[in-house]
């Protein structure tokens, strides 16, 4: 590793003060992990969250890539879904680009759905269970294994995220044959069903005022140039929490911000990452759309 890249300025930096993580320990948190979290990240644009004043400051939203960004840094252009043309992302391909990001106070890293090789196809569909602060964890945990029954159902193979915050992501791999705007399709419809069996505790209501105290069926994220946390980020929060990935066994016991930066290397340490083979079930969604379809007696 050069010095260059390995060099982290303000080590002592205080960035979770609650937790006591300085800005050394998130670069040696993404050194410990990086066998893990690369294959997460590779090849996919990234937006990140910096916070470099710490956790307890105003922090912000970066999507292009700094134009001092070091030359070991992988980056791609990629065309924008609005009005500002193409967006140069920084793309985390190797463990020197982890550190970079650890300098730089990135406490959140949001990655695409796909990659860019292939912008318009991703290769996760990503339902995301938004709890309201009045609802606890029983009917949350019981709506992710109604995604994942539902998901196996149709063929999609299911995945559980803690998401370090206040939800789970129930995520599905995909063989990128289809493009956003049929997977979105899929999102919403698998949504919209479960909301309809299951009305007084489930919405897809967009407006937060209308939804009644119900958990949100988010299926935003499945578009062109939207992203989710990727999996072993550590989140803006107090406690420095980790978006998780776990078994379906252990949701009845895991809390969605139930492993913080310390806690999730105890746990690799003893256990294997349980999205280490997700592309081995990879799908094609229109096949799952199908399925869906026969299902709800369309």
């Not at 959140?108 to 860019?116: I, M």
């Not at 299951?198 to 209308?210: F, M, N, S, Y």
Request: charged fraction near 25%; include cysteine; charge should be negative.
């Amino acid at each position: 590793m050069s010095a260059q890249s390995s060099e982290v300025t303000r080590p002592e930096k205080v960035l979770f003060p609650e937790a006591e993580v300085t800005k050394a320990d998130l670069a040696a948190y993404f050194d410990q992990v990086a066998e893990v979290i690369l294959p997460h990240l590779a090849g996919r644009p990234l937006v990140l969250r910096r916070y470099p004043d710490g956790v307890d400051s105003q922090g912000f939203v970066q999507q292009q890539a700094s134009q001092r960004v070091p030359n070991f840094v992988d980056t791609e252009t990629v065309a924008a879904d609005n009005d500002r043309g193409d967006v140069r992302h920084v793309v985390a391909n190797d463990v020197d680009t982890l550190r970079y990001l650890a300098n730089q106070a990135c406490l959140e890293l949001h990655r695409w759905l796909s990659r860019a090789d292939r912008t318009d196809h991703p290769d996760l569909l990503v339902l995301d269970l938004d709890r309201p602060s009045s609802v606890d964890l029983a009917p949350l945990r019981r709506t992710a294994r109604t995604a994942a029954e539902l998901f196996e159902q149709i063929g999609l193979t299911p995945y559980l995220m803690a998401t370090g915050s206040t939800g789970y992501h129930v995520v599905a791999p995909l063989d990128r044959s289809a493009d956003f705007a049929e997977v979105r399709q899929l999102a919403r419809a698998i949504a919209e069903l479960m909301a309809t069996d299951a009305p007084d505790e489930l919405t897809t209501e967009q407006r937060v005022a209308k939804r009644g105290g119900r958990i949100f069926l988010d299926t935003n994220r499945n578009a062109y140039g939207q992203t989710a946390i990727a999996p072993y980020s550590p989140r803006a929060r107090p406690g420095a929490p980790v978006a998780t990935p776990l078994e379906f066994a252990e949701l009845s016991r895991a809390r969605p911000d139930q492993y913080d930066l310390r806690g999730i290397q105890r746990r690799l340490a003893r256990k294997d990452d349980p999205w280490a083979h997700l592309f081995d079930h990879a799908a094609a969604a229109r096949q799952a759309r199908t399925k869906l379809n026969q299902l709800d007696g369309r």
